[in-house]
């Protein structure tokens, strides 16, 4: 095997020949559609605020391409899982099941609703929840009382379950959705980083009550900031429209609302962005999974782990993703490899090990603490076809 910064070398030189960038970020957006058409028509007609065709046609665009029967916009992907807490019933004083590697929307969502997390482990193989790590937590920790389900530990209830499809990577979420079912949680999907991956052919976000999506310039698409929330449910959907857009009750010229709500509206003109990303979103997909294969291609050979898809899914390639051997190597990674102009990240600080969490139950997060020290992602953005042809 090769050493390490020989291997590290190599591999800078590669994404170089990859991204004809001086400087290759970890994930950027790709605007070569009609992403200006939209927006000068949104300009030209006046219409871009929280009212237009574009932001009613983003919905329509992502109810179809996920498969869900609704789809409602919002301002970002954290205000998405915010209206999604309190819609399945989240209260203040609850508990909700997530994990401690997510990044801290998911959290601070949870805590906007005045519930505080739960941290469960996630599986070594998908970085999402694990459900046997779940259904061990709940064995021990909760009991039914009514329709609700309990933690005998702090008395409190535990009010949804929200899992996260880390870096686009489908985790076992019908095995996730048969626990809730056990215990009567609702389950929210954290897909923020996970549109277009599919679990047995159904889209991520789609398996449970609802499903949240963020549309972040970092994002497989974008709409400079923007979120989704995804659902089957008409009344939550309804529900959903509602309290987003302040509670206002529907009339010509008064202004009446019917109770204190949020001012969550995806702007038209993020929209229209939107409504251009998503008209390429297959050709971009297509793209990263070259890219994802090329990387397989370097990778095998090596001492480093590149993660790959679990059976029966197929991500999106958002983030690729490598394990290293050991937290030194891993370091040695990142420090050579940020220092040359190509970024690459570690997991997020775990959730449990922030000052505002810290205190928070979790199920000892065995696996969730190895990756942390291991896992760096690679940069990933759409390569330009030209740049994949030229290799080999
Ligand atoms: C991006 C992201 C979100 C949403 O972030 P916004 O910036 O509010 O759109 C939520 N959860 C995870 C895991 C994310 O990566």
């Known amino acids: 095997m090769k050493k390490n ?22 994930h950027r957006p790709v605007f070569n559609g009609n992403e200006k058409n939209y927006l000068s028509e949104c300009i030209d007609t006046n219409f871009v605020s929280s009212v237009g065709k574009r932001v009613n046609g983003f919905e329509k665009n992502i109810a179809d391409y996920t498969g869900s029967n609704f789809a409602i916009a919002t301002v970002n992907g954290t205000s998405a899982l915010h209206i999604s807490m309190i819609l399945s019933g989240v209260e203040p004083g609850d508990e909700v099941l997530t994990q401690a590697l997510t990044f801290i929307a998911t959290c601070n969502a949870i805590s906007y609703s005045g519930a505080s997390p ?22 021990k920790y909760a009991i039914k009382k009514g329709k609700h389900t309990f933690n005998k530990l702090s008395g409190k209830r535990i009010g949804a379950c929200v899992p996260m499809h880390t870096f686009g990577f489908p985790l076992r979420i019908e095995e996730i959705c048969d626990i809730c079912e056990d215990w009567n949680i ?35 698409i974008t709409t400079g900031g923007g979120g989704m929330i995804i659902t089957d449910d008409k009344d939550i959907a309804k529900k959903a429209k509602h309290i987003t857009t302040t509670a206002k009750v529907p009339h010509s010229f008064k202004f009446i609302h019917d109770e204190i709500a949020y001012n969550y509206r995806m702007p038209n003109i993020n929209a229209a962005l939107g409504c251009a990303q998503i008209e390429r979103i297959q050709e971009m997909l297509s793209k990263k999974r070259i890219l994802h294969n090329q990387y397989r291609d370097f990778f095998s050979e090596t001492s480093i782990h590149l993660m790959e898809k679990i059976p029966d899914t197929e991500p999106n ?3 690729n993703t490598i394990v290293l051997d050991s937290k030194k190597n891993r370091d040695e990674f990142l420090n050579l490899t940020n ?9 997020w600080e775990l959730m449990s090990e922030l000052e505002m969490f810290k205190h928070c139950q979790n199920d000892g997060l065995t696996n969730s603490y190895k990756m942390y020290e291991l896992v760096v992602n690679i940069p990933s953005s ?11």
């Open 118 to 139: 739960i941290f469960i482990d996630v599986d070594i193989d998908t970085l999402g929840m694990s459900p046997k790590s779940l259904k061990a937590f709940l064995a």
């Open 317 to 319: 390639y958002w983030l």
């Open 186 to 220: 609702p389950l929210i999907e954290d897909a923020a980083e996970s549109l277009g991956s599919l679990s047995n052919k159904k889209h991520t976000g789609t398996f449970g009550q609802m499903g949240t999506l963020s549309f972040n310039g970092n994002k497989v």
């Open 339 to 347: 220092a040359k102009g190509v970024m690459t990240r570690p997991i």
């Open 382 to 392: 759409v390569p330009f076809l030209k740049d994949i042809k030229n290799k080999k």
């Open 5 to 26: 910064d020989i291997l590290i070398d190599e591999f800078i030189f590669f994404v170089k020949e990859i991204y004809s960038e001086s400087n290759i970020p970890l």
